[in-house]
Structures are given as structure tokens and as C-alpha cells.
């Protein structure tokens, strides 16, 4: 909540002239509202969620770059004051941070098709056949200014049928990353290969045993175009099978002919956060 409100106090410093609110009723912005509230001497200058409440001398102008505003309590004039220690780490507090997860009860039943249990896999190499994608884990982000900061985490679970010590399955899932242009998706070969990890589901003796697995990947900045929108695919593999050959293996939800999960339980979740520096320094 510090970094949230320092950040608000540094976007509007150079702002605002007057009354800014907010919150969630803008009519609370009506100059008959704020005077029956507090007073005609004293309409705030700066209401955050009702929660902080700035008034008197206080000139957001004199805010500088890495400063917070400070109460000085009862009675006192609120200051500016520079912030010392780890948050500096932070670049004066000039980033913008987005995030959102999505989740997806889709899944797949990886094909019974391994490709190579020794291949390697190269980053930003295409999407290409031997990859299934998880339907509906498509999702865009878009990138506002030069050098962001995008991380992307998949996390699944892999479900495989039935039981049997040093039988299972080899199994790949990578994220897969595409510039987009217009409203029409990138074709398959448009997809870069960002992030991957190589999985074994071992059977064992539990029968239709389940594993959590993650994807996670920090893309390479110097390829993320400013005011670009992206695209992002999640696709897994079968390597090999071991042990046995008709070995059902499920991504994202429960594996055939068992019970033991369901598809909620087994859903997919992608999520992607991404920092950018508010003032291409």
C-alpha cells in the first residue's frame, strides 16, 4: 500500500492544480458535496479511497521523484521527505506494474506420439506440430514502452492413468510468445519459443497419480517493441513413454478413465506481470 500511494502522489504531483478524487463515487466531487463535508476553508486537495486524506498548505508541485508524503501528525503540516533504504531499488518508484491471471478449464490429453526423449529445445525456436496447445490459453498483453519488464508463469497439473513402478511419461511444456498485428491471431510458425521444462510422471505404485508442474520465463526486454501488442500459447509435448506404451496423460485436467481429480481441480492458471519504467530512463 506505501508503493501503491507514493506512486499516486508522484503521477499527480505535476497534475494537480485543484481537487483530485479517488475513489469510488465521483459525485463526492461536487463542490457542494466537499464544502457540506469539510468545510468551505477546507475541500481537500487529495481523497484516496477515503482512506487518506490530504488538506491544508501542502503543494503537490514540490514533490520530487523518489519521495513520499509524510504525515507529521496531529496538527501538522504533511512534508515531502526522500525514501532511503531498499526501495530505491525501485528507480524512484517510476514503475508501472500490471498483472493478470488467467485460469482455464480446458486442458489436453497429450497424444500418445512421443517425439524424442533426448531432443533439446532452443529459445525462440517456432511453434511447430509436435507441440499441442492448451485451447483457450491464449492471452494478449501489451507492452506501453521500450524496455519492460514481462515475466510469464504457467502452472498446471499433468495426470496420468494407472500404476506401475517405473512406468509413466516424459513430457515437455513451453511458453510460446508472438508479436500481433491487427485482430487476427499469429500464425503457429509466428510463435517464439520463451520458456520451457522437461517433466517425468512416474506412476508408481498409487494408481492415476497427479503432479504439479510450472512453467515460468522473463522475456528478453530488447525484443518487446513500445505501443506492441503480444500474444501468448502454451504448448506441451509427449517425449517418451516408459515402461509401458498406452499410457494416457492429461494437462490441465483429469486424464481418461480416472477419477480421482476433476478438471477443476487439475485447471490451468497463466499469469503475466509486467513493469515498465514510466520515464524511459
Known sequence: MKAYFTYI???????????????????????????????????????????????????????????????????????????????QRLENLNYLLYTQTFDNLTGINLDNAPTNPTLKYTIDQSLSSNWQVIAGSNQEFTVQRNNPTVYITFESVAHIAGSGTDTGAMFA????????????????ADFKLKGVRTFTANRGANSDPFFNIRVSTILDKSTLLENQKYEVKIGCTRRENFGATNISLAIGKAATGTSNISNTTARTFLKISRYENTTNQ
Open 9 to 87: 502522489i508522484l503521477s499527480v504531483s505535476s497534475l494537480v492544480y485543484s481537487q483530485l478524487y479517488i475513489g469510488n463515487d465521483p459525485e463526492q466531487l461536487t463542490e457542494a458535496k466537499l464544502s457540506q463535508t469539510y468545510g468551505t476553508s477546507e475541500v481537500p486537495s487529495l481523497i484516496v479511497d477515503d482512506n487518506v486524506l490530504v488538506k491544508g498548505k501542502l503543494i503537490f508541485k514540490e514533490g520530487q521523484p523518489g519521495q513520499v508524503l509524510r504525515s507529521n501528525g496531529p496538527g501538522q503540516e504533511p512534508t515531502w521527505q526522500t525514501v532511503l533504504g531498499q526501495i
Open 173 to 188: 511444456c513451453g511458453i510460446f510468445v508472438a508479436q500481433k498485428t491487427g485482430t487476427s491471431s499469429p500464425s503457429n
